[in-house]
């Protein structure tokens, strides 16, 4: 319960004012099998949206996130809202992610998000 109020506090500061994340259903939180499981993920969306420029940072960011989380000892979760509630639910939006990894002991979370934007999209050129 108290792991849904800080996951939920998270989204509300990342998305404040423009979104209000307080009914959240606990089912739009799912727990990943493993830190493993999610940097494959992320690295190859990153890969297939950046190719070699993400091959050039990858080791830094995840080296980054590791000195200030500790992610082998994260409870790891998805948020994966129903098409209303997205905050990344636009017209353009090819794909997003959006990953809270949860470090109990350290009292920390990192709140991983991204979105990769249709060239074609109207929110293209304006961000």
Not at 83 to 105: A, R
Request: charged share 25%; with cysteine.
């Amino acid at each position: 319960r108290k792991t849904l109020y800080y996951l939920k506090a998270t989204l509300n500061t990342a998305f404040a004012p423009d979104y209000d994340f307080s009914h959240t259903k606990p089912s739009e939180f799912v727990r990943e099998p493993s830190v493993e499981w999610v940097s494959r993920k992320i690295d190859a969306n990153y890969m297939a949206a950046m190719g070699d420029e993400y091959a050039h940072v990858a080791a830094s960011l995840w080296r980054a996130i590791g000195d200030e989380i500790d992610p082998q000892e994260c409870s790891i979760y998805s948020y994966v809202p129903d098409m209303e509630s997205d905050p990344f639910n636009e017209e353009g939006v090819l794909w997003s992610f959006d990953f809270l990894l949860y470090n109990k002991k350290m009292k920390r979370i990192v709140f991983f998000a991204c979105r990769a934007m249709s060239l074609s999209s109207p929110q293209a050129d304006g961000e």
